[in-house]
């Protein structure tokens, strides 16, 4: 069993359906730019613990955070159809999205 920061225990089995999961990513932002809601939700499932835990480093305030989160996610299912698998993986995309959005936050002035 092992570990990450703020984290349940998970077996090391779940690892490679953990890369599984960012994989599909992609085709859940594909169908997102569709219109497909149940491919959101897919989406929002397997990143939204990792979302909320950048962005929550960043700013160190949960309510700020679940701002910042909900905003993303926003941005997520309304950017989606834009989303270019060949600039990087789409999980990247999103932390990116997610950190640019945090430091943003910062930089209003408004945490």
């Known amino acids: 069993m092992t570990t990450g920061p703020g984290s349940a225990p998970r077996s090391e089995a779940s690892a490679p359906a953990a890369a599984s999961d960012r994989a599909g ?3 859940l932002l594909r ?3 569709l219109g497909d ?3 959101f939700a897919t989406l929002y499932d397997q990143t ?3 979302l909320f835990g ?3 480093n ?3 305030d949960a309510a700020s955070t679940e701002q910042v989160t909900q905003e993303v996610y926003l941005h997520v299912w309304r950017h989606s159809a834009r989303y270019d698998p060949d600039g990087g993986s789409a ?3 999103i932390m ?3 950190h640019r959005a945090a430091l943003a936050r910062l930089a209003s002035g408004n945490p």
């Open 25 to 27: 990513a992609a085709e």
């Open 91 to 93: 999980f990247a995309w």
């Open 96 to 98: 990116t999205t997610g």
């Open 31 to 33: 169908r997102c730019g």
């Open 58 to 60: 960043v700013l160190k």
């Open 37 to 39: 809601e149940a491919a």
């Open 54 to 56: 950048l962005v929550l």
């Open 48 to 50: 939204c613990v990792r």
